[in-house]
């Protein structure tokens, strides 16, 4: 039998629905997506790390979840080796799932991670209310109540990051990926792309290893909890070797350029969010999932906004103005969603190539 479960938000705004997945209460940063599709790529995405995920999406679940499949020992088909979000809120969720590739149903997946759903919610009504007032804090609510908790104050990168260096691939570019919480699709892309991959900690001392290009990853919470990578950073900066960010890389990279960041009233998480080129007329269409961006204003002279935000005009990338150091805060690997930008990846190995020619 179908258990009532409460989401409860922290203006004292209570929703009744029904429970799938584990029955057990959770607190979180309740967050929206529009994104239509691609619940098994969002779920696994350590930048849900302490959000409790509502999908605007009206059906949700019909697919089920695929099995796992190893790629050079990591996944090929999830953007990390659990789930990562605190919650899930949505709809009408689908008992019945069919798809070739599925393994299980969504509910009993959340289950065996002990991450509680609830359906049943009217998830575009909640969504308004969160786009009025922005993010907020929550809870999911089955038995046993539990405190609000704010993730924003934990370091989230820490608990998500590994501890160990690992190396992939054997490829002519030797690139170090700082894993802040990386999404596997973008290891997935520099395999595909002739690369040495060494994937280091958060935290690890990359300065003092032999490689051609950086890269730093996407990652959860507040920018300003990575101290460690923002100084490693600052002295990478200070070379010229190629550095590409992505989403908490590019906030990270902004930080270390000795800019701000700051907390969108309610963030940028779908599947269409349109960016343009800066200078150009040339608009793309991209993946987005970040609560926070950089604050170009209060950037250096060096540095300039590379991408802009077509729906409230944020920064979506920046770069500096003569070395190669470029990111964006949108996902050019995408998973899920459009991958018309990674050619991003190509440009930066680009950069990569040229900066060997010319060492
Ligand atoms: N996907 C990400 O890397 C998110 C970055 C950061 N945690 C934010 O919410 O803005």
């Known amino acids: 039998m179908t258990q009532t479960v409460k989401l409860i938000l922290e203006d004292g705004t209570e929703i009744q ?60 088909i999830f953007e990390s080796d659990k789930i990562h979000i605190a919650g899930l809120v949505v709809n009408y969720y689908s008992e019945e799932h069919s798809h070739w590739h599925a393994a299980k149903s969504l509910g009993d997946w959340l289950a065996e991670y002990n991450i509680p759903g609830i359906f049943d919610v009217d998830t575009r009504l909640l969504t308004k209310k969160l786009r009025e007032k922005g993010a907020m804090l929550g809870k999911i609510v089955a038995e046993e109540d539990v405190p609000l908790h ?17 190396h992939y691939g054997s490829g002519k570019n030797k690139i170090v990926l700082v894993d802040c919480g990386t999404k596997t699709n973008i290891i997935r892309c520099f ?22 290009g950086l890269f730093l990853s996407n990652g959860p919470g507040d920018p300003k909890m990575c101290e460690p990578t923002i100084s490693n950073l600052q002295k990478a900066l200070q070379q010229d070797k190629p550095i590409f960010g992505i989403c908490l890389g590019s906030q990270l990279m902004g930080l270390a350029a000795g800019g701000d960041t700051f907390k969108l009233k309610y963030g940028h998480r779908s599947h269409n969010q349109p960016v343009k080129l800066t200078g150009t007329q040339r608009s793309y269409i991209t993946s987005q999932n970040h609560g926070f961006a950089v ?34 805060q949108f996902h050019p690997e995408a998973a899920g969603g459009p991958q018309d930008t990674e050619f991003m990846f190509d440009d930066f190995l680009k950069a990569v190539e040229e900066y060997k020619e010319g060492k």
């Open 17 to 76: 629905g029904k429970s799938f997945g584990a029955f057990t209460s959770a607190a979180g940063e309740v967050v929206f997506s529009t994104a239509m599709t691609g619940y098994p790529e969002n779920l696994t995405d350590p930048s849900f790390a302490g959000q409790i995920l509502v999908l605007t999406y009206p059906m949700v679940g019909n697919y089920g979840v695929p099995g796992e499949d190893l790629y050079e020992s990591i996944s090929k």
């Open 150 to 166: 704010d993730p924003n104050q934990d370091n989230l990168v820490a608990q998500v990051s590994p501890t160990e260096v690992k």
């Open 191 to 212: 395999l595909e792309r002739d690369v040495e991959l060494i994937r280091v900690p958060w935290d690890y001392d990359f300065t003092t290893l032999d490689y051609d």
């Open 295 to 328: 604050d170009t204003d209060t950037l250096p002279a060096e540095w300039t906004m590379l991408f802009e935000n077509l729906n409230d005009g944020t920064c979506e990338g920046i770069k500096h103005v003569s070395k190669p150091f470029f990111s964006t």
